[in-house]
């Protein structure tokens, strides 16, 4: 944490770290039925399976260009998820060096279960907000948002 010049904490310091704190407990509560699930994912797991939602016939290239992960790493976890059925790969048609990605049926159902519990997890955050201060809490982090470079 950084001090100001009266050596006292700055209290930016201390919203990001909230921030940070409610994303964390956020994502564990989120991702929490995909490890005790019947499919056991990880969070990286999920991760990909909502890449792939987002950008159908997407490739694992794209995936590793867009998360900066490394593509070893990528690869068995694309595979891991293609082995549970959760992935489906058709090879491009144009490109038979290429592998297109696309979640499968059974992938879109722990995609829809997660949007559940993500709205399930999101009304349990914002309980006892009025929708005034829901609507201010989301301006203000948009600021913040912008402040960093991210529209």
Request: net charge positive; aromatic share 4%.
């Amino acid at each position: 944490m950084s001090t100001n010049t009266t050596g006292r904490r700055d209290k930016g310091d201390d919203v990001l770290e909230l921030i940070h704190s409610v994303m964390h407990r956020y994502r564990a509560l989120q991702y929490r039925f995909l490890r005790d699930g019947p499919q056991d994912l990880t969070h990286m797991e999920g991760k990909v399976l909502f890449f792939f939602d987002r950008h159908p016939g997407g490739t694992q290239s794209d995936l590793a260009q867009h998360s900066g992960k490394d593509k070893a790493q990528l690869a068995r976890l694309i595979k891991g998820l293609r082995d549970k059925g959760l992935l489906e790969a058709e090879t491009d048609e144009v490109d038979r060096r290429q592998v297109r990605l696309r979640v499968s049926e059974s992938g879109q159902a722990v995609q829809r279960e997660l949007r559940r519990q993500a709205r399930r997890v999101s009304v349990q955050a914002l309980a006892g907000l009025s929708a005034e201060e829901q609507d201010q809490l989301a301006a203000l982090l948009k600021r913040v948002q912008v402040n960093l470079g991210e529209e």
